[in-house]
């Protein structure tokens, strides 16, 4: 048993450490979401940052009378166009998990201090700004074209936002490997 252990450490190191930071950052968010919630439901901060942050570059792309507000039943925010509704923005919808995902992640490949805190740092904002455009893009395509909105929601949503966290994984792994072969 001990031999196991000790020819796969690498891997249990992996599995304990993103696991472990994993279980952490997720439990610390899903605190922040407890306390946040009260008598009367509000989406979070961050949730209601994104939704007003999208609506923003929609105006700045051109759309007149976007309009960011509380939906009735306070879980989400309505995100509308010329009173069209076009994306309901929850708490899913604000990357706080993703970016939890990405970090584990990088964690688990720790490198040297400065760069992996930077990469992590760097990354959450990619991460957070791919958020933003895939939120954009798919309220304008839903507006413009609202026969192609199944698409874009269970398709292009979904691919935008973990292929970039995978691509940033892939580059962070070959930053990595490279440290370790010096």
């Avoid at 990619?126 to 398709?155: D, F, G, K, T, W």
Wanted: charged share 10%; net charge positive.
């Amino acid at each position: 048993m001990l031999s196991l252990i000790k020819k796969y450490r690498l891997v249990l190191r992996f599995i304990f450490i993103f696991l472990g930071s994993y279980f952490l950052f997720s439990s610390l968010y899903n605190g922040f979401l407890i306390l946040y919630d009260t008598e009367n439901p509000v989406p979070d901060p961050l949730t209601q940052l994104v939704a007003r942050q999208s609506g923003t570059v929609m105006q700045g792309l051109g759309y007149e009378n976007v309009e960011v507000v509380m939906h009735y039943t306070g879980l989400s925010m309505k995100l509308m166009v010329n009173d069209y509704f076009l994306a309901g923005i929850v708490e899913g919808c604000n990357s706080a998990s993703i970016i939890i995902l990405f970090t584990s992640f990088i964690l688990a490949f720790f490198g040297r201090t400065v760069s992996t805190l930077l990469y992590i740092l760097a990354g959450s904002v990619i991460i957070y700004v791919i958020n933003i455009i895939r939120i954009v893009i798919l309220a304008v395509s839903i507006y413009e074209y609202p026969q192609y909105s199944n698409i874009m929601h269970s398709i292009f949503f979904p691919l935008a936002i973990y292929g970039t966290v995978l691509i940033l994984w892939l580059i962070w792994v070959r930053i990595y490997s490279q440290w370790k072969r010096q």
